[in-house]
Structure formats: C-alpha cells, structure tokens
C-alpha cells in the first residue's frame, strides 16, 4: 500500500477539514497517511505521494501555516526528482485569485524536480459549500493509481 504525506495550507480550518477526509478514505483504503499542518522537508518521506490540500489566503498567497515550508523548498532547493505530488486547491472564484495560492507551492516543487501525479482539483466554495464532496469524488478517480 501507499505513503501520502497530506501538507496542509489552511487559513479558517476548511483545508484541514478536507485533508483528514482524504486521510481517513486513503486509510480505510489501507494506504499510511500522515497529516502537516506545519510541513517541513526533514519530516517527509520524499518516496511518499505529496498531497497538498491548500486554500488561498488574501491577495492569491498561501496560508501562514504553510508559507515557511515554501520559503524552506526555495532556500534548500532539495532534490525531489523521486517525489511526486497532486493538488486540491479551495478558493472562492469571486476573488481574481482563486485558487492561486497553492500554485506558488506546485511551482517551487516543480523546479526542484517533483513530478505530478494526477491532475489537480481547484474548489470553488461558491458552488460546493462543503468542499470535502468533490475533494473525495476527485480522490475515488484515482485512488487506484496508488
């Protein structure tokens, strides 16, 4: 079975609460789960699966709780060519920021050689109040791969 490392970007608790959704689904699943509210790189298996759950806070940034593990990639610069990583990004599409936030934190794994897993999914809380529905409707479509 798979390791998900779950790095969790949250402002008012709505990422948390979607990243202990996915933990509990991928752990009914049998895979391992652990969950970073404050991720940083010495306590990450980089073999693991990446999954970060992440909204948008202010002007398109990340939230604090994750912004000093995106200022740790970009200082180190670690290789993670053996890392691979999705994204489920919650934001609010009435904002011209929406979900650009966590992209900062894909960008910086990119460059440091991480690799995509599936496709990333962008909540709008406009159209799914709860976000944790979509989030484990996308996680059932690719589950398997894991």
Request: aromatic share 6%; hydrophobic share 40%.
């Amino acid at each position: 079975m798979a390791k998900v490392e779950l790095l969790v970007g949250t402002t008012l608790g709505s990422a948390e609460y979607v990243a202990d959704e996915i933990s509990d689904q991928l752990n009914d699943l049998g895979h391992e789960t652990r969950i970073h509210l404050s991720p940083n790189l010495d306590d990450l298996d980089p073999n693991s699966l990446w999954l970060i759950t992440s909204s948008t806070h202010g002007a398109g940034d990340l939230p604090d709780n994750i912004v000093p593990f995106l200022d740790e990639i970009l200082v180190k610069k670690p290789d993670l060519s053996s890392t691979k990583f999705t994204l489920c990004a919650i934001g609010d599409s009435s904002y011209d920021t929406f979900c650009q936030g966590p992209e900062k934190l894909v960008d910086a794994l990119s460059l440091c050689g991480a690799q995509v897993f599936v496709d990333k999914i962008q909540i709008d809380v406009q159209y799914d109040p709860i976000p944790e529905e979509p989030a484990l409707a996308w996680l059932s479509a690719w589950q398997d791969q894991l």
